[in-house]
């Protein structure tokens, strides 16, 4: 069922937009108000995600770390794996989020006659992970041209990157060829490895088949339905959305509303999923803090006043005399701390 959901829920989509923005009158709809709510949901439940984990408590220093911490000289301490100033903490982060390094740590389990249990270093997961963010990436950069009057130079040289090979006409960017074998690949894996289905819900696929269809209309724009869509008309929306100023030209082609529709579900679905990880991974604290709870003592911001610390010296202090005659051991035996008093 959870696998039929999320088809069910895009093909649905894909029919509410190819056969509402035929209707007349319904075109600003899809191409107008929808994009501008679909932004400002974005936006909004963006904001208010980062805003409500920047509030909340970090009590305790409690940084990942795999690897030798700062110690003695003649140690050698591991600074990515484990960061004591903020440089190094910088360091690990920007590995973390440009080439996704705790993935590329990622260690399959499995076990064997005897029973036996193994591990063994699994970096699919890490190399389809990293193919699939990438192309969303540049595809997102190459659509600027889209919104931007004259295009920057910058974006022409993506572009002829991008289609480097020549292959077909218009030429095939290979980027459109990555997205989707990434994101097969990451369906497949949830399909086919036993304890990654299991632990799977509806909203690991759903972001899946959304992107893959948002992937698919844009091809088939791109290379078999061109006649369908005027890009001139398009670019005119595009830019008058960004301007303000939005027009709908008289012929766009339902396949473009449909990939615009899927876009604007994606916006609005983003803050309250799994995909806000993009903004997470900056405020996780087992990735953003420095691990020198030794060197540097860590008080709780959200400590009570009222509330003073009380220590084990303390505190034998203050019962020594029951806790002897309970025969409790004593760090201090009665005589001598009454001496010291
Ligand atoms: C999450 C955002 C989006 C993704 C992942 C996406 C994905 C794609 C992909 C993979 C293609 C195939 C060709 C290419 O790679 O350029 C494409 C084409 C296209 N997309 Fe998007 N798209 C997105 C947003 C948009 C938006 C907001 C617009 C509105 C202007 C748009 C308009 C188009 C058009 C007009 C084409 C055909 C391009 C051509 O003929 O060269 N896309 N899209």
């Known amino acids: 069922m959870k696998y039929a959901f999320s088809f069910l829920a895009v093909i649905a989509l ?75 903490v910088a360091g690990r982060m920007f590995l973390e989020i440009f080439f996704f390094r705790s993935l590329f740590r990622n260690t399959k389990s499995e076990i064997h006659d005897g029973p036996k249990v193994t ?14 963010h990438y192309s969303f990436l540049v595809i997102v950069l190459r659509h600027m041209r889209f919104f931007l009057e004259p295009v920057p130079f910058v974006l022409s040289i993506l572009e002829g990157v991008d289609s ?40 690991d696929y759903f ?14 724009m791109r290379y078999f339905l061109r006649t369908d869509i005027d890009i001139i008309n398009i670019k005119n929306l595009a830019i008058g959305l960004v301007t303000f100023s939005p027009v709908i030209g008289a012929k766009i082609g339902a ?20 995909l806000m990880h993009m903004g997470g991974v900056f405020m996780s604290p087992t990735r953003n803090m420095a691990n020198n709870s030794r060197s540097k003592r860590h008080i709780n911001p959200w400590n009570d006043p009222e509330i003073k610390p009380h220590s084990y010296a303390g505190y034998e202090d203050e019962f020594r005399e029951f806790m002897v005659d309970a025969g409790i051991p004593v760090e201090k035996e009665l005589a001598a701390a009454e001496d010291k008093a």
């Open 14 to 88: 894909i029919l509410i937009a190819g056969l509402g923005s035929q209707i007349p009158g319904m075109q600003y709809l899809f191409g107008v108000v929808l994009p501008y709510l679909a932004i400002m949901l974005f936006v909004g439940g963006f904001v208010y995600r980062v805003m409500d984990w920047a509030k909340s408590p970090v009590p305790f220093s409690i940084p990942t770390t795999c690897g030798q911490g700062s110690s003695l000289d003649f140690i050698k301490q591991d600074k990515l794996e484990c960061p004591t100033t903020t440089t190094e």
């Open 119 to 132: 591990y063994e270093s699994s970096k699919w997961l890490w190399l389809f992970a990293l193919i699939f």
């Open 164 to 203: 480097m090979l020549q292959i077909g006409q218009p030429a095939m960017y290979l980027t459109d060829v990555f997205i989707l074998v990434g994101l097969l690949f990451l369906y497949g894996r949830r399909l086919i490895t036993r304890h990654v289905k299991y632990i799977s819900l509806n909203n």
């Open 207 to 220: 972001p899946l088949v959304l992107i893959f269809s948002i992937a698919v209309t844009g091809i088939l």
């Open 255 to 274: 396949i473009f509303y449909i990939h615009l529709f899927l876009v604007c579900t994606l916006l609005a679905y983003f803050p309250f999923s799994k």
